[in-house]
């Protein structure tokens, strides 16, 4: 962000920290939940898809007046990360309901878990750092440790294993 942000000009500075936030949400809807609603969409549910849509837009509202009187920015990006969670998470119920199943394989599911535990580690250190009355750098350097740290080690620990059972194996 440093080197970025300089080029788009003054006053984007301020957006770093939601940024941030949004990124974390970004890693479980986007990487571990986004299928699902693409899932419910082929199997030719497109109609729920748009539904389950509404919903979180109707989530959104809400949360946005909410968070954003008492978070400024950072609500805002909570509020919206908040929200597309839930949506996909609907999704995810929906697909299981339409399939009959999740059908990931063990290779999808290893780090979903991993994921929804660091990114509520992000957003709990978040909270409590800006309650601290910490700068914007130190909050946001503070709950991106708190996801990369526990993710690198269950991920690490996880291939860790997988690496010891193939070798094992040969």
């Known amino acids: 962000a440093p080197v970025l942000l300089p080029l788009y000009g003054q006053g984007f500075e301020q957006g770093s920290a939601a940024l941030a936030v949004l990124l974390g949400f970004l890693l479980v809807s986007g990487g571990a939940l986004s299928l699902p609603g693409i899932v419910v969409a082929g199997y030719g549910h ?4 748009l539904f389950v849509t509404l919903i979180g837009i109707a989530l959104e509202v809400p949360l946005l ?46 780090p979903l878990l991993p994921s929804l535990f660091a990114c509520a580690c992000a957003l709990a250190a978040w909270f409590a750092l ?3 009355q910490h700068s914007d750098w130190s909050v946001a350097i503070g709950a991106f440790s708190a996801f990369a740290i526990p993710y690198a080690l269950a991920i690490g620990s996880q291939w860790r294993g997988r690496s010891a059972r193939v070798h094992h194996d040969d």
Not at 76 to 99: E, H, P, W
Request: proline share 2%; net charge positive; aromatic share 10%.
């Open 46 to 49: 497109a109609r729920w898809a």
């Open 65 to 110: 007046f909410v968070l954003v009187p008492r978070y400024g920015l950072i609500g805002a990006a909570c509020a919206v990360g908040i929200a597309n969670v839930l949506q996909q998470v609907v999704q995810l119920v929906l697909m299981v309901r339409f399939t009959g199943g999740l059908h990931f394989n063990e290779r999808a599911r290893r």
């Open 130 to 132: 800006r309650a601290g």
